[in-house]
């Protein structure tokens, strides 16, 4: 008959194995349960010395507080959703890394719905309500009726570089109005009278201020200009080139409503049709992505202010998520002239 010995510890015994907890950390630390948790909550206040204790503990432990539990008990997720249409603009890469930065040094995770196009946005907030998100940054196109949503889902959002349509809603947003006019006003004032654009995709609310801005600065000079679609990438404003240049009067000057679209353009006007530029054609970007100031292009541009616009956003964001019944608000950044060697100023 085989005996079997009774655990000394009887049932209190621990697993072997047993992950260790803050209460451990405390015990080993000699400080209280809640310091630990001061510890690992961003912006609590605790001193540098028990900060230090702590955390030397909890790296003998191997200790990791518990994020869903820390949720649990201050009613937040620490998430923040983030819309961005059309990665493959690489304006928006910037953005996302800017923004993704900004909400990591607030302890705060994004949670990224990349849109092939601005009419997926339905999809995108079903995912949203069930990740219960503590809030929304956009740099998407929002409908009125999917603004009312995020209302109705008490979740505030923060549209990046567009206006609401129809509902007073916080924006961050580089005036492309601006950025056009001064563009315009530049080439038309080296001479430059016969205009083409190169336009965004038709959902995009941006690309479509920018075209719109363009044709009302240049018939403030009693000029027209061309219009042909594009898709916001390279291939496109390559094609949207040859479509300008292959028929009718040629232009002296094309403006493309984002930089990749510019870059396919300049390399299809070199590669194609053997003209140099500025001399034989100027051709001008929005948005000042870093490819754009490569020697190979030297493009002609508006850059954006990111660092400023991202911050503004995040910030515009967390303070509706502390108290969400401050008003709406827009705050407008001005973009700056990029004087490069692709158009002739």
Known sequence: MKTIQSDPGGSDAEPAHRRPTSYDV??????????????FRPGSSISPEKRKLIQKAAAKLGYQPNAIASGLITKRSNL????????????????LAQLTHR????GIRVLLFALRTESEVDAALDQIWRYRVDGAIAAARLS?????????????????????????VPSVCCDSLAGERLLVDRLVNAGNRRFGIIAGPQDSFVGN??????LARLAHHGLEARVVPGAFDHD???????????????????LCANDLMAIGAIDAARHEFGLTLPDDLSIAGFDGVGPATWPSYRLTTIRQP???????AVTMLLERVEQPQLPPEVRSFAGALIEGTSARL
């Open 26 to 39: 405390a015990q080993l630390a000699g400080v209280s349960q809640s310091a630990v948790s001061r510890c």
């Open 306 to 312: 990111v660092r400023r616009m991202t911050e503004a």
């Open 103 to 106: 909400l990591d040094e607030r």
């Open 236 to 254: 496109s404003g390559a094609a949207g080139l040859r479509t300008l240049l292959g028929e009718g009067v040629r232009p002296e000057a094309v």
């Open 80 to 95: 923040v959703a983030v819309l961005i249409s059309n990665l493959t603009n690489l304006y928006y890469p910037e953005v």
């Open 209 to 214: 201020q920018r075209v719109e801005g363009a």
């Open 144 to 168: 009125a009726a999917q603004l009312r949503a995020f209302e109705r889902h008490r979740v505030p959002v923060v549209l990046y570089n567009r206006f609401a349509e129809g509902e007073p």
